[in-house]
């Protein structure tokens, strides 16, 4: 998840402009990507990422990382999360419209490997508030929003973590991976 300073993910016109994705920032999300099975998205972050990332492979501009990345996602597992979307086509996708927390819990408990959430900032706050969420992984954009969509909205209950690692990009965004320590 990409975060301003402030804690939003995106601006207060739900805008991602902000975002430092440059080529050491891309390969590092394409290296942890690589060790997930399975991703999963919100409505929104699913429609957008279905229009883009299958007309990488045929688009003769793009880079290998681009091509790396759009030939994992069409051969990952995915799985969408939406009350309101009527079906899927991208390859590989399953829909899930309701009991969501029990649904995810089941899969959870599955044989498989990691399982990801890719942005979908209210996917990502439902889960947090089912204590759905093992790892946390951010990168912290040096910027200062001031509005917009905030990471953590509405906490219940206090989360422990365990700093798994850090990373300082040259652009001045800082990767850090936590480990929930009060999720079992």
Request: glycine share 6%; aromatic share 10%; with cysteine.
């Amino acid at each position: 998840m990409h975060v301003s300073l402030d804690g939003f993910v995106s601006g207060p016109c739900e805008e991602m402009n902000w975002v430092n994705l440059d080529e050491d920032i891309f390969r590092d999300a394409i290296d942890l990507a690589a060790s997930t099975d399975t991703a999963l998205y919100g409505r929104i972050t699913y429609q957008m990422m279905e229009s883009y990332w299958p007309t990488v492979l045929s688009n003769p501009t793009s880079t290998a990382l681009e091509l790396r990345h759009a030939a994992w996602m069409e051969n990952i597992n995915k799985i969408v999360f939406s009350k309101t979307l009527e079906r899927v086509t991208w390859n590989r996708t399953l829909l899930i419209k309701r009991d969501i927390a029990e649904k995810m819990t089941e899969l959870k408990q599955g044989r498989g490997g990691d399982m990801m959430i890719f942005g979908s900032p209210k996917l990502t706050h439902s889960f947090m508030k089912w204590n759905l969420i093992d790892e946390y992984k951010f990168n912290i954009n040096p910027v200062i929003l001031g509005n917009g969509t905030p990471l953590f909205e509405n906490i219940v209950h206090r989360v422990d973590l365990q700093l798994l690692s850090e990373k300082k990009f040259a652009s001045g965004v800082v990767g850090l991976h936590y480990k929930t320590r009060n999720n079992h």
